[in-house]
């Protein structure tokens, strides 16, 4: 009697057990599944209350909020798996689930995560990039703006940015709120009524590059935080003077100017590349062309100075190739190799070259052509129909041969130049000059990135003084 109670206590003990932990995972999993359709905001709140400091910083007005922009998730948007995450909730973005895009910095979050966030935060959660500052709030009235319809989530990615995305004169109520001199540019003068993705774009080392998609199509956009505009105006007015030309196609540009937090930006036409290395024939001759075509009535040099990488190029005009050249060129190379390494010896022997390199130019007719300036592998691709594209530029107008002074890293072939002559024949001690032009890059990658650079840079200048027994 006694074993047939403990079987049946068992029994039901066993019963309770399997039916406590059924109603347990059933929960859970039915709570997963709430969670992904619309997370809680009880455990937002209180995520967020953990990490408020002790001085607890005042959030956003939700007119505020609202008018950030928004976007469905793209995986192919997103470079890494850890940008794919929300870093509030640590829960994987979904695709075409709704993210709030944060200005400036372009962290993403889960809609619901960061305004709940941003209720008693006015900074990124990420960097602490304050949100005010960043969109250049001083005082925002609820009144100001008309909140949006209510809508469900199949619309929210279109409906939901309306306050930030309205065209025209309908914006202007939102220009106080965004400072992005970018987008506000896209959303006008580009035509744009949406900005749908921005990607970045890989391959710089100098400024971060993304790509904007809008329904008005591309935009390429460059920006860096330290530099100011003077960079970027090089660069736009350089590919505006090639683009003018119509031989060659680079990229046209749009706008540059200044970020209200410090450093610059530029906007230039976005250029769906094919494969990345160029027909070497058509690109010699459209190089050429642009030489052929790009004249200058004030001498050699441009409109501004620029940079070749990061080194400023000094471009005052001259009427003297030789003497620009010597001084602006390799002079101010030489200068900067003595002040920055102490090499009084490539200093001075390159000082003895630019005094009496005058005969490698005898009997040759120099004209100011309009030059991309930086032409190595790196800034020469071909569009989607094969045409090849320089990128990039370093722009001034100077000697047509300056051109090849990036040909060490560049993989000009035979059917290059054969291409190039027939439009822009060779002139007298071309061979002769070539490593002349050589010198200067091969000074400024010393000056930019080390020694490695120097034995060649020395080797060029002790041929030279043998050859002109200097």
């Known amino acids: 009697?006694?074993?047939?109670?403990?079987?049946?206590?068992?029994?039901?003990?066993?019963?309770?057990?399997?039916?406590?932990?059924?109603?347990?995972?059933?929960?859970?999993?039915?709570?997963?599944?709430?969670?992904?359709?619309?997370?809680?905001?009880?455990?937002?709140?209180?995520r967020i209350d953990v990490e408020q400091p002790e001085h607890q910083a005042s959030g956003l007005?939700?007119?505020?909020?609202?008018?950030?922009?928004?976007?469905?998730?793209?995986?192919?948007?997103?470079?890494?798996?850890?940008?794919?995450?929300?870093?509030?909730?640590?829960?994987?973005y979904q695709e075409k689930e709704v993210l709030r895009i944060m200005p400036k910095c372009g962290h993403s979050f889960h809609l619901s995560c960061i305004d709940t966030w941003l209720r008693k935060q006015s900074t990124c959660p990420v960097c602490r990039l304050p949100l005010k500052e960043s969109l250049g709030i001083k005082h925002?009235?609820?009144?100001?703006?008309?909140?949006?319809?209510?809508?469900?989530?199949?619309?929210?990615?279109?409906?939901?940015?309306?306050?930030?995305?309205?065209?025209?004169?309908?914006?202007?109520?939102?220009?106080?709120?965004?400072?992005?001199?970018?987008?506000?540019?896209?959303?006008?003068?580009?035509?744009?009524?949406?900005?749908?993705?921005?990607?970045?774009?890989?391959?710089?080392?100098?400024?971060?590059?993304?790509?904007?998609?809008t329904d008005a199509g591309s935009f390429f956009v460059k920006t860096n935080r330290s530099i100011g505009p003077s960079m970027f105006e090089g660069e736009a007015l350089g590919l505006?003077?090639?683009?003018?030309?119509?031989?060659?196609?680079?990229?046209?540009?749009?706008?540059?100017?200044?970020l209200p937090t410090g450093g610059s930006y530029i906007i230039m036409e976005f250029i769906e590349f094919g494969s990345r290395r160029s027909?070497?024939?058509?690109?010699?001759?459209?190089?050429?062309?642009m030489h052929k075509a790009?004249?200058?009535?004030?001498?050699?040099?441009?409109?501004?100075?620029?940079?070749?990488?990061?080194?400023?190029?000094?471009?005052?005009?001259?009427?003297?190739?030789?003497?620009?050249?010597?001084?602006?060129?390799l002079g101010y190379q030489l200068q900067l190799a003595l002040d920055q390494y102490g090499d009084s010896t490539i200093y001075e022997k390159g000082q003895r070259l630019v005094k009496s390199m005058g005969p490698l130019f005898d009997n040759v007719v120099i004209e100011p052509c309009l030059l991309h300036g930086d032409l190595w592998s790196g800034n020469i691709s071909s569009d989607k129909n094969g045409e090849p594209?320089?990128?990039?530029?370093?722009?001034?107008?100077?000697?047509?041969?300056?051109?090849?002074?990036m040909s060490w890293?560049?993989?000009?072939?035979?059917?290059?130049?054969?291409?190039?002559?027939?439009?822009?024949?060779?002139?007298?001690?071309?061979?002769?000059?070539?490593?002349?032009?050589?010198?200067?890059?091969?000074l400024n990658h010393y000056n930019l990135f080390g020694s490695g650079y120097r034995s060649s840079a020395m080797s060029i200048i002790d041929d030279y003084l043998r050859m002109l027994k200097a």
């Not at 058509?282 to 190089?287: F, S, T, W």
Request: net charge negative.
């Open 1 to 46: 009697m006694g074993s047939g109670m403990n079987l049946i206590t068992t029994v039901i003990g066993f019963g309770m057990s399997a039916t406590f932990i059924v109603f347990v995972c059933t929960r859970i999993i039915c709570g997963r599944l709430r969670g992904g359709e619309s997370r809680p905001m009880f455990e937002i709140e209180s």
């Open 61 to 92: 007005e939700q007119v505020v909020v609202s008018a950030i922009p928004t976007m469905k998730f793209d995986h192919k948007a997103f470079s890494s798996l850890e940008d794919a995450q929300c870093s509030i909730c640590l829960g994987e």
């Open 140 to 213: 925002v009235r609820s009144a100001t703006f008309s909140m949006p319809r209510s809508f469900d989530d199949s619309e929210v990615s279109t409906e939901h940015s309306q306050l930030w995305l309205l065209p025209g004169s309908e914006r202007s109520a939102v220009a106080v709120v965004s400072e992005d001199p970018v987008r506000e540019w896209i959303l006008s003068e580009g035509n744009a009524t949406q900005i749908t993705r921005i990607s970045p774009v890989g391959g710089g080392c100098i400024n971060r590059a993304s790509h904007y998609d």
């Open 240 to 258: 505006g003077a090639m683009f003018e030309t119509g031989t060659i196609r680079v990229p046209k540009p749009f706008k540059f100017g200044p």
């Open 279 to 289: 027909n070497q024939s058509v690109l010699g001759r459209k190089l050429a062309e």
């Open 294 to 329: 790009g004249k200058s009535d004030k001498g050699f040099g441009f409109e501004v100075n620029n940079t070749v990488g990061s080194t400023p190029q000094i471009n005052t005009w001259s009427s003297d190739w030789i003497q620009f050249y010597g001084e602006h060129r």
């Open 389 to 405: 594209v320089i990128l990039d530029p370093a722009c001034y107008y100077g000697h047509s041969e300056a051109e090849f002074g």
């Open 409 to 442: 890293c560049a993989c000009f072939g035979g059917s290059f130049y054969s291409s190039y002559f027939e439009v822009m024949p060779k002139q007298p001690g071309f061979e002769k000059r070539k490593d002349l032009y050589l010198l200067y890059h091969y």
